[in-house]
């Protein structure tokens, strides 16, 4: 077990990575996970902690890990890991190796929650966090600093003396949200992440925009969902999830908020409770969902009160046409009612964008066309065809592994490939497929009416363009 010893003369020093993707489109969100166990362990550690953050995102400088390494000397490194962002751990691997022994390293994020073995196993890195991260984090912290043992302490894996990972269980949720305070928005240079670049919305009406989460978790059991906090949805209460939004919208400035909770309409009641609380405060803000809302669980009330309370744009993850494969990814929405909703926020001048995917193993060229042609034939203003992507801990995954047995042997598959593994068993190019659709569902009528419904329409347009343009080129 790794234990180094900390003299605690100063406040111990944690310093946060969040890497660059290795993806062609690179989105800059704030690192909200980051913010998050920052904000905690500042609030409950017992002895004083200061954190710092290298958002690599945010520059182009190759030495800068060892320069900030060299200059902050932190007590412990701390990892965010989204699967698109594991080729950090090959890229700075020496960089990693330099400073292993004398400084904690520790991963954690989605992609660390599904690898902590291959992480144990091939990197110097000899401790995880697996899952939500505040708690057993803090508990990490607490025991590193006190020279306790880790080998009771929920959420961890860590390195065996003969190299093997052990985990010790998963850690129970955090029951109440509201423990876990407003994230540490100070931790970052906040005017950075605004403006000009990709967002996860793909869209802005606003020049200063911030994604925020006002609950955890997703009841639903999507094949394809990287399952990060359970099934049983926590919310913050509306107090505690309006005091933030009051916080950056007078404190920061911020005019945009991108909702990004997995089903923030799972509770009708609470999010009327939400809305009502931005109407009746007068708090001016534009409100997008890039993480989509439950389309089939919507009603006119409902759309009403979000346009009322600012929302210029709503996301649905309707993901296949094909009744079929909504049944066999689980996903069971009733697409009858999803279109019916979409409709009406377009009668009410809510941009709307649709989710697909395509290139599920077993899906044939008709239910690709099913999907395409319910897109393009609903009231939808915008589109995203993505391909399937079977993350590793997820049922598609191991669906993926039958229907393509080479993707098994390659052991740690190249997600990004994924669409690669249906050409070459359908013979279907997935790519040409997704760029025809996309130029098929953009028609004069839908652009005339996307430029009508747009806020502040020349920037909108811009960012429009910017995304449509790095779209049609990946
Ligand atoms: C916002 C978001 C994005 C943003 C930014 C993500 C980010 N965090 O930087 C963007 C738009 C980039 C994005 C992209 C994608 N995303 Co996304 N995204 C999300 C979303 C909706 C919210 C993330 C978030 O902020 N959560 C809130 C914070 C509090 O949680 P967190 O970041 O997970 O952090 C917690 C723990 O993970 C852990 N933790 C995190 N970092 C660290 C570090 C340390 C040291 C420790 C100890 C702990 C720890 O502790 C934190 C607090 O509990 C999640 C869904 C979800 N519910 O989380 C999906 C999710 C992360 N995305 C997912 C996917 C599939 C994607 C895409 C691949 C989708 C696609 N097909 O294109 C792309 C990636 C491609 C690309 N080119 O970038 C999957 C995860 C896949 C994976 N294993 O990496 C998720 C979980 C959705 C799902 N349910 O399947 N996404
Ligand atoms: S609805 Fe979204 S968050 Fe819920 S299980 Fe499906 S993919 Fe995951």
């Not at 954190?51 to 412990?76: E, F, G, V, Y």
């Not at 850690?171 to 423990?179: F, G, M, T, V």
């Not at 439950?294 to 996301?315: F, H, P, S, V």
């Not at 049944?327 to 009668?347: C, P, R, S």
Request: proline letters at 4%; charged letters at 20%.
């Amino acid at each position: 077990m790794i234990s180094k010893s900390f003299s605690l003369s100063a406040p111990f020093k944690i310093m946060f990575i969040k890497p660059r993707v290795n993806t062609p489109v690179s989105v800059l969100d704030i690192p909200l996970g980051i913010l998050s166990l920052s904000a905690y362990i500042k609030k409950y550690s017992s002895f004083p902690v200061q954190t710092h953050c290298l958002d690599l995102r945010l520059t182009q400088n190759s030495k800068i890990l060892t320069q900030k390494i060299d200059t902050i000397q932190p007590h412990l490194i701390g990892i965010s890991l989204m699967d698109c962002e594991s080729n950090f751990l090959n890229d700075y691997q020496t960089v990693l190796e330099k400073y292993h022994k004398t400084i904690s390293l520790v991963a954690g994020g989605p992609y660390a929650t599904g690898h902590y073995e291959t992480i144990i196993r091939t990197t110097c890195i000899s401790l995880v966090i697996v899952g939500e991260g505040e708690r057993s984090f803090l508990g990490l912290v607490q025991r590193l600093v006190c020279g306790q043992s880790l080998n009771d302490l929920q959420g961890l894996a860590w390195r065996s003396k003969e190299g093997t990972a052990i985990f010790n269980g998963k850690a129970p949720y955090i029951e109440n949200l509201d423990d876990i305070p407003i994230p540490d928005y100070d931790l970052i240079p906040l005017d950075k992440y605004q403006g000009y670049h990709p967002n996860m919305n793909g869209v802005l009406a606003e020049h200063r925009y911030i994604p925020v989460m006002s609950s955890r978790a997703c009841p639903f059991r999507c094949i394809f969902c990287h399952n990060m906090f359970g099934k049983k949805v926590r919310p913050r209460s509306v107090d505690h999830f309006i005091k933030e939004i009051k916080l950056l919208r007078y404190q920061y400035n911020i005019r945009e908020f991108h909702i990004i909770d997995d089903y923030f309409n799972f509770d009708r009641k609470r999010m009327h409770a939400i809305l009502d609380q931005i109407i009746q405060d007068n708090v001016t803000i534009r409100i997008a969902f890039p993480n989509a809302l439950r389309g089939d669980q919507l009603c006119y009330e409902d759309i009403l009160r979000l346009k009322q309370a600012g929302t210029y744009m709503i996301n649905f993850a309707v993901e296949t046409g094909s009744k079929r494969l909504q049944k066999k990814t689980g996903k069971h929405l009733n697409l009858d009612v999803i279109l019916q909703n979409i409709a009406i926020a377009k009668k009410m001048g809510i941009i709307t964008r649709g989710y697909f995917m395509l290139g599920f193993p077993s899906e044939t060229r008709s239910e690709l066309q099913e999907t395409i042609d319910l897109a393009c034939n609903s009231d939808l203003s915008m589109v995203s065809f993505f391909t399937v992507i079977p993350f590793k801990g997820t049922p598609l995954y191991e669906w993926s592994c039958s229907a393509y047995p080479q993707m098994k042997a390659s052991q740690e598959a190249d997600f990004w490939s994924s669409g690669e593994l249906y050409s070459s068993a359908t013979g279907l190019s997935l790519k040409r497929i997704k760029k025809l659709a996309t130029i098929r569902f953009y028609s004069f009528q839908r652009l005339v009416r996307l430029m009508k419904n747009a806020p502040r329409k020349i920037y909108f347009f811009a960012r429009f363009a910017h995304s449509a343009i790095s779209i049609l080129r990946s």
